[in-house]
């Protein structure tokens, strides 16, 4: 049998007044959210740019990636008509893909609607009549965003102390001059002009708004994921050397990440093999195990499987797992979450107790007040006017108060959080005080 | 002086971490019920046996589609066993890459481990089918013993589903999304098998891709598909017998000849060797290159497997 499609030229017509429409409405709608008018008209970047408008990224993402590959199967099926076992198998893709671009369509509509504060019931509108709909939220005034996109390419970055410090004898010595990534195409800088030197046996809070760059910072300071830096820990490059320094770097991660059908013991055992030297003799490999379980007050429960453990429990055997290998940097991300107060003081206390010993212990907690006394200095990480991460303080806890003019952490926090996440907004303010604090300091 | 540095620094390479994480999967073994895939491979077996082991290498239909149904138990088992042993703990894999551990050696262990799970799973089907009284291959190609020849292909089987599970574990994020695509390669798995259901031309290379394609080649040869009879056609016309043609029963009347002389067997191995396949020949040649192929694509997973874990450091937080 012969079959012959004949796609009507008159639906090619009415897909590209459709698109064009959608087009002018996109146009205006641009103008209103400071985005680049010229995006409207392009197939791809149009669809990206709408997600913008509607405080949407994240969806917009997919959407776009979605158009691309709905967009190219499109084209092809326009030329595969005269084979039409594979233009029907196309158009099984297509399907799927358009069923999908409607779902995330309809996503965008919705952080559209509540942009623009209008009633949820325009999102209808939008699905059935969506080039009309563009049309008129693009160009009747009323229609007006609550928010604009922000333009990071005009805004300019706190000044920088824009030098690296010198290298401490004994200590870890921070110089990291930016951290950047490449995201969905575009290259994003995560942290810029990082530098301090911290002693041994301090314990240090690593203060920092959501989104601000602390995890961000702690991976580039152990050498997980690089940045354009120098790290050294006493005289070694951590970078350079980062498969020996690696297990001189204990990371407790904010989840308790272990098996929770495993023992105790066993899980210390397997942490112990993972970690310790091999040239280490069982003998005292079993001592160091049993002086954790020891330290950190699981010998009464080493036979028990983890899931059985408290909150607190777990916690202990999560850091005991890090500092199996009695490492120089210590570095904990949020130790006392899901912790009651006084469960969490014993853990900052014994924390204190590490950096005695002369190492360097890094927390970050949401809670510094109730433990501040524990602490010898803080990090203050803040976003500046281009969402990079930044220094606006490293020193003692006292002199943080002086500094920021505030008495608690939680003020300081405050200070330096955006405005839109309810905070001052003045980590610019505070970056560039303490980049010519440094300056002074270091000539 | 730290605990690190009384020592020139030197920790346990690939071997050794692999018998480590050896030891940790066989106690998950037993305090995460892992152990229930066992006795659930014993149940999946019988519940086939009864189902389709009557006519398992009697008939050319019966063994199709008895091994049919035995690659598609081993495909199952092999989903289930791994499906979801990496995206379950793939935030705790991921800091213990951070501390050292080498992706190789954490897939190595699975391997192993897998290993000995698809090989119990398969003593267990055998077991259950010879139990059940299913006929299972009266002749040996490759070793002396025909049922070991068969159990290394079911063997291969499950483990090449094992692995294929394993590399959609290693891909997904979460159990949820293992389990979102684990029906969908099932089913793939089924329709493409290229024997049972019958594809398109266009579409048979694709059947390549499967491991029960390759399975159920194996199974077919090894049980000498091509030398037994064929009972569809005789049991269809079978069914015209009471035909009136100018008010006689020409059909009926051939029957009864046919039966009176003998000759029914005679019909059904004609029958069949019209409809004789050679890709299912009594071969050794045939077996072994279906457990080739089931090798290629388990080394397949596996390294796509290896290569999708060393970039786990890339998983957000």
């Not at chain 1, 020891?294 to 850091?319: E, T």
């Not at chain 1, 107060?341 to 970050?364: P, Q, T």
């Not at chain 1, 006017?385 to 939680?410: C, D, N, P, Q, W």
């Amino acid at each position: 049998m012969d079959i012959t499609f004949n796609i009507s030229l008159s639906s090619y017509r009415t897909f590209l007044i459709k698109y064009i429409m959608i087009s002018i409405g996109y146009w205006g709608i641009f103008k209103k959210c400071g985005v680049a008018r010229k995006w409207a008209f392009i197939p791809v970047a149009r669809e990206y740019h709408i997600s913008l408008c509607a405080d949407k990224e994240k969806e917009g993402r997919v959407y776009t990636v979605l158009s691309i590959f709905y967009y190219i199967l499109e084209i092809a099926t326009y030329f595969l008509q005269q084979f039409p076992r594979v233009y029907l198998f196309m158009l099984i893709p297509i399907l799927g893909l358009f069923v999908a671009l409607v779902i995330y369509s309809v996503k965008i509509y919705f952080g559209l609607v509540k942009v623009f504060n209008r009633k949820k019931r325009w999102v209808w509108g939008f699905f059935f009549f969506e080039g009309f709909m563009a049309i008129i939220w693009g160009f009747v005034g009323s229609f007006q965003p609550t928010k604009k996109v922000e333009n990071l390419k005009m805004a300019e970055g706190a000044k920088e102390l824009g030098r690296d410090l010198s290298v401490i004898d004994e200590g870890l010595t921070v110089n990291i001059r930016q951290r950047t990534v490449f995201d969905f195409y575009k290259k994003k800088n995560l942290l810029k002009d990082i530098h301090m030197r911290i002693p041994k046996g301090h314990m240090v809070l690593l203060l920092g708004g959501s989104g601000a760059g602390k995890t961000t910072y702690l991976n580039a300071l152990t050498g997980y994921e690089k940045a354009d830096a120098n790290i050294m820990l006493d005289k070694n490059d951590v970078y350079k050397d980062y498969a020996k320094m690696k297990y001189d770097i204990g990371f407790v991660p904010q989840q308790d990440l272990m098996r929770g059908n495993d023992t105790v013991a066993m899980t210390l055992s397997d942490a112990a093999l993972l970690r310790l030297p091999k040239e280490m003799s069982v003998m005292e490999r079993e001592n160091r195990i049993a002086s954790m379980l020891d330290q950190f007050g699981l010998m009464a429960v080493k036979n028990s499987l983890v899931d059985k453990l408290s909150g607190g429990q777990r916690k202990r055997l999560s850091i005991a797992m890090e500092f199996i290998t009695d490492p120089d940097l210590f570095i904990l991300d949020e130790p006392d979450s899901g912790l009651d107060g006084v469960v969490a003081r014993k853990l900052f206390v014994k924390l204190r107790e590490i950096a005695d010993e002369g190492k360097i212990v890094i927390v970050i907690t949401h809670t510094p007040d109730r433990v501040i006394d524990l602490f010898d200095d803080v990090i203050v990480l803040a976003k500046d006017a281009t969402r990079t991460g930044r220094l606006a303080y490293y020193g003692s806890v006292k002199e943080s108060y002086e500094f920021f003019g505030k008495t608690s952490m939680e003020e300081i926090l405050l200070s330096i959080n955006q405005k839109d996440e309810g905070g001052e907004g003045r980590a610019d303010e505070f970056v560039e005080k303490y980049a010519d604090i440094m300056k002074e300091r270091v000539g | 002086m730290t605990v690190m540095e009384a020592y020139e620094v030197k920790h346990r390479g690939r071997i050794a971490q692999t018998f480590i994480y050896l030891g940790k999967l066989f106690r998950l073994f037993l305090f995460q019920s892992d152990w229930k895939v066992l006795p659930m491979s014993a149940v999946i077996a019988g519940l086939v046996a009864f189902a389709v082991g009557g006519n398992l290498y009697k008939t050319m239909e019966g063994t199709l589609m008895g091994t049919f149904a035995l690659s598609c138990i081993c495909v199952w088992n092999g989903f289930f066993n791994s499906i979801q042993m990496i995206c379950r703990e793939r935030a705790i894999v991921k800091r213990e890459h951070r501390a050292g551990l080498h992706i190789t050696a954490y897939v190595a262990s699975h391997m192993i481990y897998q290993a000995i799970l698809c090989a119990l799973q398969v003593i267990i089907t055998i077991v259950v089918c010879t139990i059940m009284g299913v006929t299972l291959p009266q002749k040996s190609l490759v070793t002396p013993w025909p049922l070991v020849d068969l159990g290394i292909t079911l063997f291969f089987i499950t483990y090449c589903a094992d692995m294929l599970a394993l590399l959609v574990s290693a891909f997904a994020r979460t159990t949820t999304t293992a389990m979102t695509i684990m029906p969908f390669l099932l089913i793939v798995q089924l329709l493409f098998s290229g024997a049972f259901f019958s594809l398109p031309k266009e579409a048979m290379p694709l059947s390549n891709l499967t491991t029960t394609k390759w399975g159920l080649t194996a199974l077919c040869a090894q049980g000498d598909y091509n030398s037994l009879p064929m009972v569809s056609v005789w049991n269809n016309a079978l069914k015209l017998k009471n035909v009136e043609i100018d008010g006689g029963k020409p059909l009926l009347m051939m029957f009864q000849y046919i039966e009176e002389n003998d000759m029914r067997e005679d019909i059904l191995m004609f029958s069949a060797q019209q409809n004789q396949k050679p890709e299912y020949d009594f071969s050794i040649d045939i077996v072994i290159r279906c457990w080739l192929w089931l090798f290629m694509w388990t080394c397949v997973y596996i390294i796509v497997t290896v290569i999708l874990l060393e970039f786990i450091d890339r998983d957000k937080r």
